[in-house]
């Protein structure tokens, strides 16, 4: 047998050229492996952090594809032109982002707590907190507490910390390396807060019992005067003092707007509730055909034509299942979605005897804005619109969000089944949707 070292020496030229090769292929198998990005909304804001509280650096139109250099916070973290580095919203895996307020300040009482990924002990492990550090609670379950942490969400045993019913007086800062290496949290007093929802009610005291004189838009920026339990004290623009509750406003630490709400239906979660499921078959056809076999589907084609431009869409069921009524609103109130829509058709006493399409709403304040942009669209189906109306249903009425419920059309009338079943009246909706939900977030 030859040598080793001998046959090296004869074929030098030989084992270049596999180097060669095989350097080749790895750099092959490293940029095969690099994740790219296509932009699919008409246009995407790229921002300068990992949230909707960073400033917008350019925007990014449909087409465009972008290098990914990291991932965090749902957010991708990419290259632009020039050099420069921004984040766009992933959406594709669960929502993760929060808004600073919401709920409780809590404290650490045990000698240390570890913040775990998810709600049980052998999840994986985030980090972990001493004694007497203050943190925001945002839920609680089953003897576990989320939390805010790092501009994310954590988990903690609700047992190794104390509750309060105080909102918070500081937020969070994170000061991250010019590498993205290592970041450093601070606590931070809050100098001014930012509306979420429109309608914010200005009241006279810290409790919704007081009178209320003034309301305010989605986004404004009022400064913070003091804070008196869960509501805080703030002055507006035209010297106006008065208190709003800590759970319709977001807290800074600048003197600047924080934009929690979505900008454009790109930056948007949407909540598409499917009417029905299950052994809750709905109403009838005239040939017994379920209702809920046509809310599914045409779910399925708006959520197809929002996420197509770029919104993130959550669905309260996405199969055949029975899904009680309660749940469906507590997912749009956990996530804190920018709109929930319940899609549904109509059925009237006796068979062909009524036709058209509804929109309906419970809270003039918080849905009827939403209600008339997609009632506005709604009118271009080719069923009679039958206009806007209150709905007591519990879907709205549970809803903390801005929330819907279409219906649309009368299953049981002939003529508007044979749109409601098939799939260009489908996505005749999801068009329509899709318009009214791009004018809403205008």
């Excluded at 945002?138 to 609700?158: D, E, F, R, T």
């Excluded at 499921?277 to 589907?297: F, H, N, P, Q, R």
Aim: hydrophobic letters at 35%; aromatic letters at 10%.
């Amino acid at each position: 047998m030859q040598k080793p070292l001998n046959w090296l020496k004869r074929y030098p030229a030989v084992i270049l050229l596999l180097i060669i090769v095989g350097v080749g292929l790895f750099a092959t198998h490293v940029l095969a492996t690099y994740q790219q990005i296509t932009i699919k909304a008409n246009v995407v804001n790229v921002r300068q952090g990992p949230g909707l509280s960073y400033d917008v650096m350019e925007q990014a139109s449909k087409g465009e594809s972008m290098n990914v250099i990291s991932q965090k916070n749902n957010w991708y973290q990419v290259r632009l032109s020039g050099d420069k580095i921004g984040w766009v919203a992933s959406w594709l895996v669960d929502n993760t982002e929060v808004s600073a307020t919401s709920n409780r300040v809590a404290k650490v009482t045990y000698t240390f707590a570890n913040v775990r990924k998810s709600s049980n002990s052998t999840s994986q492990l985030l980090g972990k907190l001493n004694k007497g550090d203050q943190i925001t609670v945002l839920y609680q379950q089953n003897g576990w507490s989320q939390i805010k942490y790092n501009n994310a969400v954590g988990w903690v045993q609700s047992s190794l910390i104390s509750v309060t019913d105080n909102a918070p007086t500081t937020v969070q800062k994170t000061t991250t390396t010019a590498d993205s290496s290592s970041t450093t949290q601070t606590s931070t007093d809050i100098q001014s807060v930012t509306t979420q929802l429109n309608d914010t009610k200005l009241r006279s005291g810290p409790a919704t019992t007081y009178d209320y004189s003034k309301t305010y838009a989605a986004n404004t920026k009022l400064t913070y005067v003091s804070k008196s339990g869960l509501w805080y004290q703030v002055k507006d623009a035209d010297g106006n003092t008065g208190y709003v509750a800590s759970w319709v406003v977001t807290p800074s630490a600048t003197d600047e707007v924080v934009k929690t709400s979505a900008t454009s239906l790109s930056e948007a979660t949407i909540v598409l509730d499917a009417g029905h499921g299950g052994s809750d078959v709905g109403a009838l056809s005239t040939g017994d055909k379920y209702e809920k076999t046509y809310t599914l589907e045409t779910v399925n084609a708006i959520a197809k034509k929002l996420r197509a431009a770029g919104a993130n869409v959550v669905l309260t069921r996405s199969s055949d299942k029975f899904i009680d009524l309660a749940p469906r609103p507590v997912v749009a109130n956990k996530i804190k979605a920018d709109a929930f829509i319940s899609i549904h058709f109509d059925s009237s006493t006796n068979a062909n005897e009524a036709s058209g399409t509804t929109t309906y709403y419970y809270s003039s304040s918080k849905d009827n804005t939403l209600a008339k942009a997609i009632n506005a669209q709604t009118k271009t189906l080719p069923l009679t619109n039958r206009g806007i109306e209150y709905g007591n249903y519990q879907v709205l009425r549970d809803n903390k969000r801005p929330s819907v419920l279409l219906e649309l059309g009368y299953i049981n009338n002939d003529t508007d089944f044979n749109y409601i079943s098939s799939s260009s009246y489908q996505e005749q909706v999801a068009t329509a949707v899709y318009n009214g939900l791009t004018d809403y977030f205008k």
